[in-house]
């Protein structure tokens, strides 16, 4: 599988993100495309809604396996329920991030409230596990309070990562940076990065100037590595997300919902989570059980960017 282009230094790519339908909500996912599969070990960004739904509408993606990868979901507006095989049912609400590390193996079940109409709006996120790390026993983490700053306009949420003096409690494995900046108004703010580091913006709502390139939703700005810091603007009410990390050094495999590094260890997965081992049992969902695709066709698949993951 093709991996990345090398980035030496700064870089000032726009990369259109494409349009795909999850458990009923329609997403824009920026990651992976075609021209870039990674930013650090981020592998997959879905950033799903703003959408209203009707009662018993909303997300409702049936139990899955996950392996290789920890999903981290970013919580905007609405709320859903978290099953998992290892018992854990959580809530997740607005300004709260889940990060499940599926390791060797994990599923879940995602889903709204299903007796009243409501409004979602989340970015739901993949990082890779380091070679080290991916065979580890699966977790689950529920952060329900994140850190703040307030930066020249700016309420940034600190999600992942070490970052303007603070600390986000989520359990990572390998260097990365994610955050989310809202304004309420016009702003203007430049921001420290990690030269070592390569990141990527995405506007979520609003419309913004990253480095006085143009960005609104539906777009990620990839920006290399070998910068030192990064200039921000809008003139409305916006709201971005930041991520980065160390280029990753690996090459991964994203296929259906697992990320390894050869089609034989995507075939065995496959294979257990279609005869029932391996992955656990979801309690307490009446959603259907998802069955794994065909994995015959994973050449050809794994070079398209629309992988059919149901994250
Ligand atoms: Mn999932």
Redesign the pocket.
Known sequence: MASDPRVDGPAMQRIAAHIADVGGIPVRRALPTRERRMVGAWCFLDHAGPVDYPAGGGVR?GP?P?TGLQ?FTWMIEGEILHSDSLGNRQWIRPGQVNVMTAGHGIS?A?ESPGDRAGRNQLVQLWIALPDAERERAPMFQHCPELPHIERDGFDITLLVGDWLGATSPAQVFSPLLGADLRANAAAATTLPLRSGFEHAVVCLEGEIRVEGEALVPGTLLYLGTGREGVRIETDVAARLLLVGGEPFGEDVLLWW?FVARTADEMAQATNDWNHGERFGEVRGTRLPRLVAPDVAGLHLRSQSPDQGA??
């Open positions: 993606v899955h996950h999903t879940h995602e919902n149901s994250t």
